[in-house]
Structures are given as structure tokens and as C-alpha cells.
Antibody, heavy 119, light 107 residues
Framework: EVQLVESGGGLVQPGGSLRLSCAAS????????MSWVRQAPGKGLEWVSV????????YYADSVKGRFTVSRDNSKNTLYLQMHSLRADDTAVYYC????????????WGQGTLVTVSS | DIQMTQSPSTLSASVRDRVTITCRAS??????LAWYQQKPGKAPKLLIY???SLESGVPSRFSGSGSGTEFTLTISSLQPDDFATYYC?????????FGGGTKVEIK
């Protein structure tokens, strides 16, 4: 059974940093691209970033480019999202999700971790 | 960027009703469209991919159709478990984008 478990969310001040983690199990982690998707309170879904299975390719939404960095440790089956220069509009539940093969839709999702940016 | 527009934003329906949700893309995305269901406090769940392919384990009352710029998600006979918010997502090109969502409420 595929499991994705996010952690690392919490309350952070504007301008601060936070690192999210997503522990994966139940599939060959290194074979799959992984993504982060976020959802602001009461709002819709917003794709944030993606990283290839090898970690060699990454893409970001314009809203986070230059502030967020996605990475992965395939030896630990773990995905990361390093977030810097956080703003109030980064407040959201952050989900990790995997693609099915090379198709960029989200087959499995974690339960999400809440990031709140507030003073 | 490809904009995805869903309609309606809210839909009131009764059990056993046939429900149709529309998703329009700002440019052609061929059949590179997925649909998700989300319940309050839960992660989204994949329903449909490649516009009309039903994800394993999803009830057959859900179906998807369309290509190019116009797509529909149909629930043939609404069940109590189907009251939720539905999102479309294009994966033709980056950035990946979602529609704004359609909340299906009890009438």
C-alpha cells in the first residue's frame, strides 16, 4: 500500500524558513517524480513544485520560484520542500503527491501538513 | 500558463440525480486532464485521468469525457458519499494547473 506522510509544518513568522518532509513507502520511490501541491484555507488547489525520480530535474510555480527548493533523498525514500522568505499568502496545507509513471497527474496524496505564516 | 475554468462553482443536487460538471481550458490540452474528489479535511482523490479513464476502485457512476478545451465529469446517479468538491487538472504543460473547484451540495 502506498503511503505518503508529510511533516514539518507549523507556525512561522513572515520572512522565516521552514522545511517540509514527505516520507514515502509502498512503491519504488526513486522511480517516480514527486510533487508538492498546496491549498490555502478555504481555497482551491495550487501546484507548487515537482522533482524527477533521479532528482535531476525540478520545476516550480512562479509564486514560489527563487524562495522554495524541492529535493529528495532516494536512500531515505523522502521528499523535501525547503521554504524561505515565507509570506502570509504561503499559508496553506501542503500535500506531497506522486505521479503515475511519466504522466503528470497525482495518483497518491499524503494527508497534508499545515504551514501558517503569521506574526 | 493554461487557465482551467470550472462551472458551476456550486451545485445543489439530490441523491440519485445525474450531475454534470464542466471544465474548460484556455488552450487545447488534448486529453491530458484529470479529475479529483476532495472531502473536507481530506486529501484529494484521483477519479479520472486522460479525460475519460476511470481510476481503479472508483465507482462506475463516475465518467469523464471531452478533449481539446472542453471536458465534463458526470455522476450518473448521485450517492450520499459523493457530496464533495471536485477539481479538474491539466497536465499538458507546466505549470500544472487546477480548476477552481465545484462543490456538490445536498439539495
Amino acid at each position: 500500500e502506498v503511503q505518503l506522510v508529510e511533516s514539518g509544518g507549523g507556525l512561522v513568522q513572515p520572512g522565516g524558513s521552514l522545511r517540509l518532509s514527505c516520507a514515502a513507502s509502498g512503491f519504488t520511490f526513486s522511480s517516480y517524480a514527486m510533487s508538492w501541491v498546496r491549498q490555502a484555507p478555504g481555497k482551491g488547489l495550487e501546484w507548487v513544485s515537482v522533482i524527477s525520480g533521479s532528482g535531476g530535474s525540478t520545476y516550480y510555480a512562479d509564486s514560489v520560484k527563487g524562495r522554495f527548493t524541492v529535493s529528495r533523498d532516494n536512500s531515505k525514500n523522502t521528499l523535501y520542500l525547503q521554504m524561505h522568505s515565507l509570506r502570509a499568502d504561503d499559508t496553506a496545507v501542503y500535500y506531497c503527491a506522486n505521479f503515475r509513471g511519466s504522466s503528470e497527474y497525482f495518483q497518491h496524496w499524503g494527508q497534508g501538513t499545515l504551514v501558517t505564516v503569521s506574526s | 500558463d493554461i487557465q482551467m475554468t470550472q462551472s458551476p462553482s456550486t451545485l445543489s443536487a439530490s441523491v440519485r440525480d445525474r450531475v454534470t460538471i464542466t471544465c474548460r481550458a484556455s488552450q487545447s490540452i488534448s486529453s491530458w486532464l484529470a479529475w479529483y474528489q476532495q472531502k473536507p479535511g481530506k486529501a484529494p482523490k484521483l477519479l479520472i485521468y486522460k479525460a475519460s479513464s476511470l481510476e481503479s476502485g472508483v465507482p462506475s457512476r463516475f465518467s469523464g469525457s471531452g478533449s481539446g478545451t472542453e471536458f465534463t465529469l458526470t455522476i450518473s446517479s448521485l450517492q450520499p458519499d459523493d457530496f464533495a468538491t471536485y477539481y479538474c487538472q491539466q497536465y499538458n504543460s507546466y505549470p500544472l494547473t487546477f480548476g477552481g473547484g465545484t462543490k456538490v451540495e445536498i439539495k
